[in-house]
């Protein structure tokens, strides 16, 4: 074994060499590795007794893609190309051995050898388009002609990898090895050299392309397809248009303009963010007072009391990793009723194609219902899921103080109660945390993990783990009324109620923010939930909008009525005159000017500032570790727009200083608490720094 570079090493056995690269955690394709790649493919080519190649990896993955630390900063060479090419080129057969994940520029160098095996759990895969960028190494061109143009629309706009059969189907990969994945390369190896096997060579096979040039409607009927999921993102449609130049230009023109793309998408704020996400994501799970090697509890079982909107969705996710569930109601009827839920949702799921009914009734054989919670004693969390009281929360604390087993967590999903008080009434607040799921829970990637005064170090890193095991993405938050997403939303609650109160119909308000990225405005929002939420008919006095539309007869989507009408058969929303009366009315009792001059651009900073105010005021309070993590939430909880990072991260784009000197010149018309600014946004703006130059912090 002779070390190349410090990340990769070159091996003969027998007539093959083996070049080994080994660059923990995922292999990414940083300086080391390219460099080790170029060398070793160099010597092979000129070394006399190495008839044939084998390319892997040491550790859990095949190159999982470019060093995204390194994006962004002065590129180092030898980029890929030359290793790229020295590969292509090598004059003996080339064989890449996949474990792992292959993915971006690690498919890239992969499709650049002559033949690719896999292991069997292999994945292959151009994420690029999740970063905001495009394959930058030969993807969208080399990926169309060895599977086809409609597998690699796929593959690259849409960024989902693919497993080792469907690999093995559409071309991308020659073989499965079962059993040690090096030997069987080699094995192979052999094999082909011993057929004289040809030196097969992606970029010059243009049988796939020539077929998609008999019909290019592909294309069109691709980018219909993913038109509003990908509403407002640039990197998608670049994808596509890169795939649909395979048929009208040569591969080496193809690679120029890819590369050009690639830089234009990685200059722009879209990637940044992107990327910035990406890393926030990974962060977010990381508590800087609890080291990574703390000792975790086993969490093998689940017990979930309440079988409501969140008991029955959040026992899915648990049942969908495999982790059995005891799920306990008051009475036998609640119970049916929920367990009737958990069932339908997976009937749609197998209907959809997405279970096969096998898999629904494997779920629900791991699932235990019953109405007597001693059967807790016998798990190793549980989490509470009922109706939002305090009295009850504290007694039922108190009963399962007495039931679960020691070392147990105990767990609520309070929306908005003290999470400090809950724990006060057990004799171990060190057990308890928060986690706090978004609905549809079974759906919604985001958890919050409240921790509270007393919990653990253990039993949050656990908890954290938890998350991951059932593919959440956590954001550990501190006790406050609403935590960190639902106290951020009420701050834009005002703000978008205030403006209409001025004059600015609902479906402006709505429209901007959808404009912006939001998957819906906060009227349609509010229509959707129910107006009637917490509306009690024998005690209204249009003390709200809400109230009084709901007084005229409007509840939301579920009557065909609420801040717009309806359609009865497609459901599509118009505006409504007489709820612009309804408004009108109410702000003429407050006492509001009307106005006809708000601008998109006036409603997009009264929606966002107070958020981005209230962010920062979290922050202060030692109620949320890092200013990525307040981003974290509002992506996976509210569907902010990726592209715009987060919240925190969009008001660093604007500028800390624009974003003071417009709350407070908001502050100075408009009044209101949401408006003084937070003293962290004037110091940083004053010194010329950035949330994201603070240090991480303890939630306290
Ligand atoms: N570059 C640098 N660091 C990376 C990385 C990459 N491409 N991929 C992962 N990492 C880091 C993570 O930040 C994390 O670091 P941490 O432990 O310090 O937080 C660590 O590797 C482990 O990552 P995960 O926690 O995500 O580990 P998982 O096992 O859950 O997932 C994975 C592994 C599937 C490889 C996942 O990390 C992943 O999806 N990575 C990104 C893959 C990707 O987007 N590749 C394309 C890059 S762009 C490109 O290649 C451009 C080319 O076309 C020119
Ligand atoms: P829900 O009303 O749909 O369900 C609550 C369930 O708890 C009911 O089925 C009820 O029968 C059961 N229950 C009540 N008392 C019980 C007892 N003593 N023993 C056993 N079961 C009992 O309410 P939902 O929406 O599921 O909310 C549950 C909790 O989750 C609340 O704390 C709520 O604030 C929180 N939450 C709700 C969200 C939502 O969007 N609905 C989002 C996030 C959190």
Known sequence: MVALTEMVALEQRGDIALILVDNPPVNALSHGVRLGLLKGFEQVAADDSVKGVVLACRGRTFIAGADITEFGKPAKTPGLEEPQVAMENCPKPVVAAIHGTALGGGLEIAMCAHYRVGAPAARYGQPEVKLGLIPGAGGTQRLPRVTGVAKALEMCAIGDPIGSEEALATGLIDKIIEGDLIDGAVAYAEELVAAAAPLKKIRDRDEKIDEARADRSVFDAFRKRIARKTRNFEAPAKNVDLIEATLDVSFDEGIKQEQAAFQTLMAGRQSEAQRYYFFSEREAAKVPDIPRETPLRDVKSVGILGAGTMGGGIAMNFLNAGIPVKIVERDKDALDRGIDVVRKNYQRSAKSGRFTMEQVEERMSLLEPGTDKSVFGEVDMVIEAVFELMPLKKTIFAELDGIAREGAILATNTSALNVNEIAAVTKRPEDVIGTHFFSPANVMKLLEIVRAEKTAPDVLATTLKVAKAIGKVPAVVGVAPGFVGNRMLAQRGIEAETMIMEGAPPAQVDSVLYGFGMPMGPFAMSDLAGLDVGWDPDNTSSRTIREALCESGRRGQKNGRGYYTYDPETRAPTPD???????????????????????????????????????????????????????????????????????????????????????????????????????????????????????????R
Not at 598 to 624: S, Y
Request: charged fraction near 30%; aromatic fraction near 8%; proline fraction near 5%.
């Open 577 to 699: 005159p007489e709820v612009l009366e309804i408004i009108r009315g109410f702000a003429e009792k407050r006492g509001v000017a009307h106005r006809d001059d708000i601008t998109d651009e006036e409603i997009l900073d009264r929606c966002l500032l107070p958020m981005v105010n209230m962010g920062a005021k979290i922050l202060e309070e030692g109620k949320a570790m890092r200013s990525s993590d307040i981003d974290v939430v509002w992506v996976n909880g509210y569907g902010w727009p990726v592209y715009e990072g987060g919240p925190m991260f969009w008001a660093e784009g604007q500028g800390l200083d624009t974003v003071a000197a417009k709350i407070t010149a908001y502050g100075a018309k408009l009044g209101g608490e949401h408006w003084e600014l937070s003293p962290l946004i004037e110091k940083l703006a004053s010194e010329g720094k950035s949330f994201q130059e603070l240090e991480p912090q303890a939630i």
